[in-house]
Each structure stands twice: as structure tokens, then as C-alpha cells.
């Protein structure tokens, strides 16, 4: 197959997809536009009474050690106790309940005021005279509405008759508060019923962290974009502004906290060198005046110069040693909570560094982690086993820093007593003076460094600064990200369709009986040879000369087609059968023959649908005494029993006679056969109405004496299950040369959807009761 062929195959698939949808739901189209309509309406309604909300944003500038944000080197150096952040790590402590609490708390949100009006109420901020404050927020009793007015000139609140002062504590049924004047309040003088609620600051705590968005604007940046949504737009400003002044205000707390311990160090230090410096000091004033030495010579200079410095260094090593106990101290005696890390003042190993932040940040997030989820939570086990894991590598760079450093002194220890046997050539009153000179430079040294310490811990701690910066406070947009008007109008309008699309579908699925011609095509093989809509006329005839009506041109369409079933002078003999009973084969054989005794041709019709006979009503011979039943018995002759009809003189009936009690035992008595072959030596046509192949079997006993047997289905009527077992069926019980007609095919939509005929074809009334005919039967007996 070429190219074009495939594409021409395709567009005509789709072309028939599209038309299917389209015929299958244009007839709706009145239920399209009122569900279209009523959803445009729900639509303007939720957007007119929905509280709109605004969305702030706020960002702020991070230290990342990864992302190379570094300070100026003057900044840097006051900033002793800052360190590098993590962005990921920063994000967490900043929406973490203890800095949303402290924001709750500030701004005091647990005691939210609304304006009550007459379909909705709206939280309010700039619109209330004044602020509700709790002494005790954490243990507050909630309340849902407590009503309340503000007089402007004498400033008092008055709730239940009662008035109470602003700007003071006072004792009120719901604890102790505080009410304050609002800073941001303007508001017009009237305004609706105000009323204020009390929340627990832990439904706060938990709406703000439901509200709140935080993230970085890149992967590779290092600012943090803050957003929270809230009714009131400047409310939202001032929350993201408190959340950055808490999360600034907790870091500088930290690192004071952090440079406290140190200066306290470091003065306890100075204190003990000072007194001992003071003390060798003394004992050297009094070692000169009692031995009346003035000063020390040039080989004593000498090698106090030589022994100074290793005497720096071993002092400087000793305060290392102490740092390390301080910090391995620390380390031991944690647990996984985390705590303020110890100054590492002197140590220069960057790894021991990035090991305690590592840990500190491990605890912090463990620390949140098992508060919120618990300590089996997967995460919290997995902080904790790497808070383990990070304990010994601390541990062990520590041992290993006091191995080296115990090494450094001991080398140093060994230079010293180099020196102190030159110190034996030195005449023995000068000896003396240069150890006691030697002690009061090694205080001297130490006494220095720790000067220099104290003063830069203390210009750090009076120097403090954010490890982070403000980009933007806290901006609302000017129009509410929630509802989307766009959003809600095509999500009204596609919704509604939707919803038509359903009712439709579930209405239709409901249905167990076929609709659709494409559903007799996917249920069975059998082609479909013809269509015939509802005829509302109320006419069982519905053919004739005079008529070119649509179901005239369909009887005509269906007549062309037994051409292509093989029906022509020699194979005559049409069989109409359906499923059940109602389904207008009656109605089908009848005007079927009328069409074809249209063209010229004899037409006999034979009413075999012994149970149930409706073609002599329809030609009006319900007096019919005689029929094929006499024939079939022998008391009467074929010509006998054939009469032309008034609507053709080319259309002859032969009615069904009397009904009698075993019509199949009568089919296959033999006289059928006779039947059919004198009637095809005296007519074109022969047409045979019979009965439903459900639950009897003449259809199945005539199908093999005709040419082609036509299976009328019925449009709302006919099961479909019964077409899924036609193939099945006729593979076992064969109808010779099978095919459909589709019958009954009514508009759909909402202009009604019943499934009866109006001219009552088949065996139902218009009410859709079984019809009841009393018959006399020439064996004696009454039937129904």
C-alpha cells in the first residue's frame, strides 16, 4: 500500500471518529448549553463569594560554603563566629515550626479578626481599630466567635456589656490579654459586625507551613525566595518580614551565644596568667635586690632570644590541647541533640571544622525531624546513623591532631634541654636570673596571645552580622493568585461539558439495549443491509405510489439491496425473523412486500409467526377464519387460502388461520414444502413473516426452505445481548444468508427516549403492555 494510500486510509479514520462523536452527542445539545450555562454561573458565584488570596514574596541572599559567596576581607575578619551555610539546610530552618511559632506568637495570629457579612465572613486586619494579644498564647482555650465594638473616643472595647481599656492586661473569661491599637487599621467609620477567634498556635503554626513556600530561584544560586499566600495582602508582607527578622535574629543568637563561650574562655585563661606572670615578676624583682644583679649578659640575652620562641610555641600548643579536650569533650558527651559547638580557637585544620558543622547540621535536622515524625521515622534513623558515623571521624582527627601536637612539644622539650645545657656555661647567679627570666617570658607570650583573642572575640561579638542578607522585603501582588478568574470560567465551561458528556454516557450505559448501528457492527459479523427511522404517523402501512417520505426512500434502499443477498426470479423466497418479540418484523415484512408488488411483481405474504399473528390486523383480516393452520392440516387447498390485498392488486396474503396449540410440530409436517413450491410457480416474491428466534425455533426450521432470512433489530429495543451471540448461535443453528435491518431508529436528546412504536408494531401496546387477543380455535379450545 503507497504513502498516500495510508494517509487517505487514516484521514478517513478520523474523519468517522469525529463524525461518530458528533452524531452521537449533537442530538444533546439543549443539555450542553444549560450545563454550559449553569456551569458559568457556578463559576461567577464561587469567584463573587470565594475569599480572594494574595501572594507576598519576599527573598534573601545565603552564605553557601559550595556556591562561593564570600565576604570582603575586612567583613570577614569581624565575623569570626559566621560560617558558611547550606542553601537546602537553610531553607528547612526557616520554614521550621520554632521560627513560624515565634512569628504566630509576634504578630498574633492565634487571635485572628473577622467581618461578618451576609453570605460569607472575611478575615480582616486593616479594617479592625485594634489587635487581640494573650499573655499565655501556648495554653489558650479555643474560641470560635467573640463579637466585639471599639470606641474611638473614650478607647475602650466593649464585649458582652462589659468594656475593657487598650494598652493594658486585663482579666478577661478568656485569660489574660491585652487589647492594642491596630498601626495599620484604616478603615471607613461604619463597617460590618467585628469578632475576633482564638486558634492554638499549633493549627497556626500549621496553616502558615501549609501557606509557605520556599525555594532557591536556581540550582546554583544562593538566593531564597520566599512566597506565602493570605486573604490579607499586607498581612502576608508582614509575615514574610517577621519570618526573615526571626530566622536572622535565631542565626546572630547562635553565633553571640557561640563568641559568649569563647570570651568566657579566654578571660578565665587571662585570669590564671595573670596571676602567675605577676607572681615570676616578683620573684624576679626580689632575686635581683637580694643578689644585687642589674642584668643579664650577652650569652644570657642570647639565649633567652634562642629559647623564646620555643617557649611561644609549646605555650601555643598547650592552649591547642586545651581546645581539643573542650571540643572531644563536646563530641562525647552529645547525644544526637544538637548544642552550641565549642570554640576551635588556634585550630587551623579545616577538616575539624567541616566535621562539627556537619555534625551540628545532622543534629538540628534530627532534632526537627524527630519532634515532627517521631524517632522511628526512616529519616530520623538515618540522621542518627549518620550522626554516628561522623562522631569517630571526629574523634580520630582529634586523636590524631594531639598525636602531632604531643609530637611538636616533645621535639620542642628536646630543644629546650639543648638550650639548658648551654644554660650550665652561664655563671650560677646568672643562671638562675635566666630561669626565672625564662618563665616570665614564656607568661609574657602566653599573656599576649590571649590579648589578642580576647580583643577579637570581643569586636565579633559587638560586630555581629545575619550570615544572611535581605534582597526584598516582603511585596503582595496587586491581584489575588487565588481564584483564577481565567482558570475558574474554562474550568466551569470543560467541566460542564464533561459533566453533559457523563450524564450522557451514563444514561446511554445504563442502557442494555442498541442505540447505535456501530454497536450491531461491533456486536456481529451480519452485515446491516438498511435503516428505517421511527415513523411517527401512527401508520403500519407506510409505502405506497403516491409517497416519497424518507421511510418510503429507505423500504426502496432496502428493496435494492436483496440484489447483493442474491434475490432474484429464481431465489424468491425472503424470511423476516428478529430477536424478540416488539421489534417490528411485522411492520418490516409488511411494507417490505408493499414495496416490492410497487414494482410489478406478484408478491405473496405469509403470515408464519403462528403464536403471535399481526399481518392480518395490519391488512384488516382480523376476521380471518382460515389460514395456513388449515392448510397445514388438510382442510383446506393452497388456493384457498391465498387473497389479494386492497393496498396492491400485485400483493396477496395468506394469513395465518386459527392459532393452534403445536404451530412447530405443524412446520415440519411436510406440508411447508408443498406450500413454497406451488407459491414459487405463481409468484415473483414470496415474503415470510415468522416468529422471534427467542425462545422458539421456527425461524431456524423456515431459514433452510428460503434464499435469505432478514434479522430485524430494533433501535432502544432489542437486547444487545442477543447480538452478541448471533454469530454463535447461527454456527449451530444457521439463518441461511443473514441480514440486518435496522428498525425504529429514533432523534436522540432531550425531546424524549422511548423505544415503543407508535403505530404498535410487534407485540407491545403503546403503554408497553403485551397485547391480548382471544382467537377461537378450530381444535376446540380457547387461546391467548
Known amino acids: 500500500m503507497s504513502n498516500s494510500q495510508v494517509n487517505k486510509k487514516n484521514g478517513f479514520q478520523q474523519d468517522n471518529i469525529v463524525n461518530q462523536i458528533v452524531l452521537r452527542y449533537l442530538p444533546y445539545w439543549p443539555l450542553f448549553i444549560i450545563m454550559v450555562l449553569l456551569g458559568v454561573l457556578c463559576s461567577y458565584l464561587y469567584i463573587r463569594y470565594t475569599t480572594p488570596v494574595y501572594e ?49 506568637k509576634n504578630m498574633k495570629l492565634y487571635a485572628p479578626i473577622y467581618e461578618e457579612g451576609r453570605v460569607n465572613t472575611v478575615p480582616v486586619f486593616e479594617k479592625s481599630p485594634i489587635t487581640v494579644e494573650l499573655r499565655e498564647p501556648d495554653s489558650l482555650i479555643p474560641v470560635k466567635k467573640v463579637y466585639f465594638t471599639y470606641n474611638k473616643v473614650s478607647k475602650l472595647v466593649t464585649i458582652e456589656g462589659k468594656e475593657y481599656p487598650v494598652d493594658q492586661w486585663v482579666n478577661a473569661p478568656w485569660g489574660v490579654m491585652r487589647f492594642s491599637l491596630n498601626p495599620y487599621h484604616h478603615a471607613p467609620e461604619e463597617s460590618k459586625p467585628l469578632y475576633f477567634a482564638l486558634v492554638p498556635v499549633k493549627m497556626v503554626v500549621k496553616y502558615l507551613d501549609s501557606q509557605l513556600s520556599i525555594g532557591p530561584t536556581s540550582k546554583q544560586s544562593t538566593v531564597i525566595v520566599l512566597k506565602v499566600k493570605d486573604p490579607i495582602p499586607k498581612r502576608g508582607e508582614l509575615i514574610l518580614n517577621e519570618l526573615v527578622n526571626a530566622y536572622n535574629g535565631a542565626n546572630i543568637r547562635d553565633k553571640n551565644l557561640l563568641a559568649g563561650r569563647t570570651l568566657r574562655f579566654v578571660e578565665d585563661r587571662l585570669h590564671l596568667v595573670v596571676s602567675e606572670l605577676d607572681s615570676v615578676e616578683a620573684n624576679i624583682q626580689k632575686y635581683k635586690t637580694r643578689n644585687n644583679v642589674v642584668d643579664i649578659s650577652a650569652q644570657g640575652q642570647l639565649f633567652l632570644q634562642s629559647v623564646g620562641a620555643s617557649d611561644t610555641k609549646m605555650s601555643e600548643i598547650g592552649v591547642q590541647l586545651s581546645v581539643l579536650k573542650e571540643v572531644e569533650d563536646y563530641v562525647r558527651s552529645q547525644k544526637e541533640d544538637a548544642g552550641i559547638v565549642p570554640s576551635t580557637l588556634g585550630i587551623n585544620d579545616p577538616i575539624l571544622g567541616d566535621l562539627l558543622t556537619r555534625l551540628y547540621d545532622a543534629q538540628s535536622q534530627y532534632e526537627r525531624l524527630k519532634i515532627t515524625a517521631g524517632e522511628n521515622n526512616p529519616m530520623a534513623v538515618s540522621l542518627r546513623e549518620q550522626i554516628n558515623r561522623i562522631k569517630p571521624n571526629i574523634l580520630a582527627n582529634i586523636a590524631s591532631q594531639k598525636r602531632n601536637l604531643e609530637a611538636s612539644r616533645s621535639d620542642l622539650a628536646n630543644t629546650s634541654s639543648h638550650y639548658s645545657s648551654m644554660l650550665r656555661t652561664i655563671p650560677q647567679k646568672e643562671r ?221 396474503l395468506i394469513s395465518a388461520g386459527p392459532i393452534p396449540p403445536n404451530p412447530s410440530e405443524l412446520i415440519l409436517n411436510g406440508k411447508i414444502q408443498e ?68 428498525n425504529g431508529v429514533k432523534s436522540r436528546g432531550l425531546k424524549g427516549y422511548g423505544y415503543g412504536y407508535g403505530y404498535g408494531m410487534g407485540y407491545e401496546d403503546g403503554n408497553g403492555n403485551g397485547v391480548v387477543r382471544k382467537k377461537k380455535s378450530i381444535f376446540g379450545k380457547i387461546k391467548v
Open 432 to 652: 638562675e636570673l635566666l630561669e626565672i627570666s625564662r618563665q616570665q617570658s614564656i607568661k609574657n607570650s602566653i599573656y599576649t596571645f590571649l590579648l589578642q583573642k580576647r580583643e577579637e572575640t570581643a569586636l565579633s561579638y559587638n560586630s555581629t552580622v545575619s550570615d544572611s542578607r535581605i534582597i526584598d522585603e516582603g511585596e503582595a501582588s496587586n491581584e489575588p493568585a487565588s481564584p483564577n478568574k481565567p482558570f475558574v470560567y474554562l474550568f466551569g465551561f470543560f467541566g460542564s461539558l464533561a459533566a453533559a458528556i457523563a450524564v450522557i454516557a451514563v444514561r446511554e450505559g445504563l442502557n442494555r439495549n442498541i442505540l447505535f448501528r456501530s454497536e450491531i457492527e461491533s456486536s456481529t459479523n451480519v452485515p446491516v443491509i438498511g435503516e428505517v427511522i421511527n415513523d411517527n404517523s401512527n401508520m403500519p402501512i407506510v409505502i405506497s405510489p403516491d409517497k416519497r417520505n424518507f421511510v418510503s426512500e429507505q423500504f426502496r434502499q432496502i428493496r435494492t439491496s436483496l440484489t447483493y443477498l442474491g434475490i432474484n426470479s429464481r431465489r424468491k423466497k425472503i424470511l423476516v425473523t428478529s430477536s424478540i418479540s416488539g421489534e417490528g418484523k411485522s411492520f418490516i415484512a409488511a411494507n417490505l412486500a408493499v414495496s416490492l408488488a410497487l414494482t410489478d411483481k406478484k408478491v405473496v405474504l405469509l403470515e408464519l409467526d403462528l403464536r403471535k399473528p399481526k399481518l392480518s390486523e395490519i391488512f384488516g383480516l382480523k376476521s380471518a377464519s382460515s389460514g395456513i393452520t388449515n392448510y397445514f392440516i388438510g382442510d383446506k387447498e393452497a388456493d384457498e387460502i391465498i387473497k389479494r390485498t386492497d393496498i396492491n392488486p400485485n400483493l396477496f
Open 675 to 742: 406450500l413454497l413450491a406451488y407459491l414459487e410457480n405463481a409468484f415473483d416474491y414470496i415474503v415470510i413473516d415468522t416468529a422471534p428466534v427467542s425462545p422458539v425455533t421456527d425461524a431456524y426450521l423456515l431459514s433452510q426452505l428460503c434464499d435469505a432470512t432478514l434479522y430485524v433489530v430494533r433501535h432502544g429495543h432489542t437486547p444487545r445481548v442477543f447480538l452478541q451471540m448471533l454469530d454463535e448461535n447461527n454456527k449451530i443453528k444457521e439463518l441461511k444468508n443473514l441480514a440486518i435491518i435496522f
Open 56 to 104: 507576598a514574596t519576599a527573598t534573601i541572599l545565603v552564605k553557601d560554603e559550595r556556591k562561593g559567596i564570600d565576604d570582603a576581607q575586612i567583613m570577614e575578619s569581624l565575623n569570626l563566629f559566621g560560617g558558611k551555610k547550606i542553601v537546602e539546610n537553610e531553607i528547612e530552618i526557616i520554614r521550621s515550626r520554632t521560627l513560624l511559632r515565634e512569628v504566630a
